[in-house]
């Protein structure tokens, strides 16, 4: 890999680290506040919703400058939003500016990756970035959960930084570094020489073109059955953060900052997953991993009857394992054909509208469950079920496609 992939790589871990630490103490400060428990998931909802409402901007905003240019923007925001907390804010509001820059942030640092790279190396690049954004979440949750110990904060405050007048303001600046220093790779990301479209100036002509786009990606027999899975992933995996904070307190008796630590335990074994995935999954077999997906839902089910800390990891590192492999493989799949119907930037703002449309309703309808009153293993036996059936569901549909377009091709033959 050329020495350009590396720094575009540092850069996307620091934004990604400091993302997932300020969800923790976010989490935290929510708490210190006093506010419901349903304001929790109402964190990534927030941060979420700039992905959905900007979808149709982003990826024409992307395709219009040089990508590292586009990258510096997005962490300025970031930091806007670390300032805002510093100041008062309250952290829904703050974090949806954060939420801002990330959805500006995503279509580029993907879309650079096939501006920058021939495509063979595709799978292997979307599995070290994969990797690489899950390492930043599992030290990010971890950084998170470590911030808000109070001997940790405490010792912070010792050190009289500007700005800083509680334990938790030290945390968020600590956590605004991280944004600087991937502003800093961002300025040393190699130009790429692709020529950029300038930005229409007409809103509407952007939203009918996102539109276009997502239908094309929809209507496409690979697309749609790549497409179905990364949303579902995505949702699931936004909704499972929450669950398994819950879950630790409530089955394991862990306070937030060592759940946090488990949360990081999942996304170990989304690593390894996506490692295997990368060594044995070719981009033309990618659609055999579908009933990995069906496996992860069932084994979610376990969790209701585990109360041991030790074999809660060890089933948090297989539901990880298993989610990590069906899912990098689906996100190449679907990069490569929106690659083809419509260019890079484009097909990841579609691809970014759809999962955080699900990460929206799913984390919203986990919020409408807690709120009421419904038990932790309810919920979990509830998102097992719906994760594996609609896994299930995908696979018939897949196996529908299969069979019309093995039909088409038995015509074309007896044509020629």
């Known amino acids: ?56 901007f982003v990826g024409a905003f992307a395709d219009s400058m040089p990508k590292w240019r586009v990258m510096l923007i ?30 500006a942030y995503s279509p580029a640092k993907y879309g650079i990756l096939t501006e920058y790279l021939p495509h063979r190396l595709l799978v292997v690049a979307n599995g070290w970035i994969e990797g690489l954004t899950v390492g930043a979440i599992i030290l990010g949750t971890v950084m998170g959960g470590v911030l808000i110990r109070p001997d940790v ?56 073109d996102f539109n276009h786009c997502l239908k094309l990606l929809w209507r496409d027999k690979l697309g749609q059955i790549s497409l179905a899975v990364t949303t579902l992933f995505w949702g699931a995996g936004a909704t ?32 390894i997953g996506a490692v295997m995935a990368a060594r044995f999954v070719t981009l033309r077999r990618s659609v055999r991993v579908i009933p990995l997906g069906i496996a992860m839902g069932l084994v979610v089910l376990v969790m209701t009857i585990v109360t041991d800390a030790t074999i809660a990891m060890v089933l948090m590192v297989v539901v990880g394992a298993l989610a990590g492999f069906f899912v990098v493989p689906m996100n190449a799949l679907l990069q490569h054909r929106g690659h083809i119907l419509m260019g890079a930037g484009h097909s990841i703002a579609v691809q970014n509208f759809n999962e955080n449309l699900s990460i929206l309703i799913m984390t919203g309808g986990y919020a409408l469950l807690i709120m009421s009153g419904l038990s932790i293993n309810a919920v979990i036996v509830l998102f097992g079920i719906f994760v594996a059936a ?24 007896h044509h020629h």
């Open 74 to 103: 997005s962490n300025t925001i970031k930091i806007g939003g670390c300032l805002m907390l510093l100041l008062g804010a309250h952290p829904l509001f703050a974090y949806a500016v954060i939420g801002l820059g990330a959805a």
């Open 390 to 413: 609609s896994m299930f569901l995908v696979k018939l549909k897949h196996e529908a496609n299969q069979r019309v377009a093995d039909a088409v091709g038995q015509l074309d033959d």
């Open 240 to 271: 499972l953060q929450f669950i398994v904070i819950k879950w630790a307190e409530h089955n394991l008796g862990l306070d937030l900052s060592k759940a946090s630590m488990l949360q990081g335990v999942v996304a170990i074994g989304i690593a």
């Open 1 to 56: 890999m050329p020495l350009g992939f590396y720094i575009i790589m540092a850069a996307q871990f620091f934004s990604a680290l400091a993302d997932n630490a300020l969800l923790i103490v976010a989490i935290a400060l929510l708490r210190d506040m006093g506010s419901p428990a349903e304001y929790e998931p109402l964190l990534k909802l927030f941060f979420t919703v700039s992905y959905v409402a900007l979808a149709a």
């Open 153 to 208: 904060s405490g010792w912070l405050l010792t050190l009289k930084l500007p700005f800083v007048g509680s334990a938790f303001q030290a945390s968020v600046l600590a956590i605004s570094t991280l944004y600087l220093i991937g502003a800093w790779f961002n300025f040393h990301i190699p130009d790429t020489g692709v020529d950029h479209k300038p930005l229409k100036n007409n809103p509407l002509y952007l939203v009918h």
